[in-house]
């Protein structure tokens, strides 16, 4: 599962809590997150999580992957001598020549989540479950998805040629990825996310699987409350003049999120998968178990809906 989407909507939120329903539910999970400043570490209530894999919660294993590891555990894979590795990785020349490959950081990246994916135990059985990848924002997102089939489109045999075919493979098949975006019910979130959900669709041959409309204010006022605001007219005197300005405040607020709601399911050929706002205060990861049963919850049903 991956997710992506515009900076700030709550990508890593989500992918953290889709990662935390499914090892709630007995899948053994591996929640990664690509060479960003390290947030699920802070949603989780653990130590800082860095590039080795580590056990947050029972079933639940999360890695921040940076491309410098994922390269260096991807040699070491394929020349097995560490010596030999450092040899080759450690020498100045060569790293300095790695560093200016356009999108090999990416490739090594979403490499390391198709092993993942791919991985066995002693026993021939998959390690993991699930494997959730939280993806970069739009921009860069866009790059790290297209890049393996640039790179099957510009080499046609070899080593990288291979591992980049693998991947598209794997990225292109909706039984085994499912790309989630991530938007809020705001003008600029839905137009960027209508857009990736097009590029990803006819550039990259990725199906989407959902589209997360996260942030949504529940509402709170009836037909017949609403009917009474407007007919205060514009401003009400004290002591409830405040009140009900905030009330009006909220109500806008509330209808711009239903305007850009629909227009997501207007546009879009996808399910939108409903998330409410919820306040974080000290407790992070209490809003998190909140947030992953919401969104087990709604996926089943949004599963159920599209099945039948
Ligand atoms: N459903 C939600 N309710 C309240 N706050 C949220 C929700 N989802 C995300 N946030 C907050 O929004 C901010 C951005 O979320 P984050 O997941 O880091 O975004 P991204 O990974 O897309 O940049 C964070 O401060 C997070 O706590
Ligand atoms: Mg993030």
């Known amino acids: 599962m991956l997710f992506s989407g515009k900076g700030g909507v709550g990508k890593t939120v989500m992918s953290s809590s889709f990662a935390l329903s499914c090892a709630r539910r007995g899948e053994k999970t591996l929640l990664m997150q690509l060479n960003v400043k390290d947030k699920a570490a802070s949603l989780f209530g653990t130590e800082e999580i860095d590039t080795e894999i580590r056990e947050v ?68 059985q998959p390690v993991w479950d699930k494997v959730v990848v939280d993806a970069p924002a739009t921009g860069h997102g866009i790059f790290l998805l297209k890049i393996p089939s640039v790179i099957t489109g510009l080499i046609g045999s070899g080593l990288m040629f291979e591992e980049a075919r693998r991947i598209v493979e794997l990225l292109q098949d909706p039984k085994r990825t499912a790309l989630a975006l991530v ?108 947030l992953a049963s919401l969104l087990e919850r709604t996926l089943k049903s949004t599963e159920a809906r599209s099945v039948g």
């Not at 029972?58 to 491309?67: D, H, I, K, T």
């Not at 020549?97 to 990416?106: A, R, W, Y």
């Not at 399910?271 to 209490?286: I, N, R, S």
């Open 57 to 124: 919660r029972e079933n639940l294993y999360a890695v921040n992957v940076s491309p410098k590891a994922a390269m260096k555990e991807y040699a070491l894979m394929v020349l097995k001598i560490k010596l030999i590795y450092r040899a080759v990785f450690e020498n100045r020349v060569v790293s300095s020549f790695l560093k200016v490959i356009p999108g090999l950081n990416e490739l090594v990246m979403l490499g390391k989540a198709y092993y993942h994916v791919g991985e066995e135990d002693e026993e021939g």
């Open 183 to 290: 938007t809020l019910a705001e003008e600029m979130p839905v137009n960027e996310t209508l857009m990736l959900s097009d590029v990803v669709n006819k550039e990259i041959g990725l199906h989407v699987a959902c589209v997360i409309a996260n942030g949504l204010y529940p509402r709170l006022f009836t037909d017949e409350e609403i009917q009474w605001m407007d007919e205060l007219g514009p401003s009400v005197a004290d002591p409830v003049g405040g009140l009900v300005e905030a009330a009006r405040f909220r109500r806008t607020r509330g209808a711009m999120q239903e305007r850009y709601l629909q227009k997501l399911r207007d546009d879009g050929s996808w399910p939108v998968v409903e998330m409410p706002f919820l306040f974080f205060e000290e407790l992070e990861t209490a809003v998190l178990e909140e």
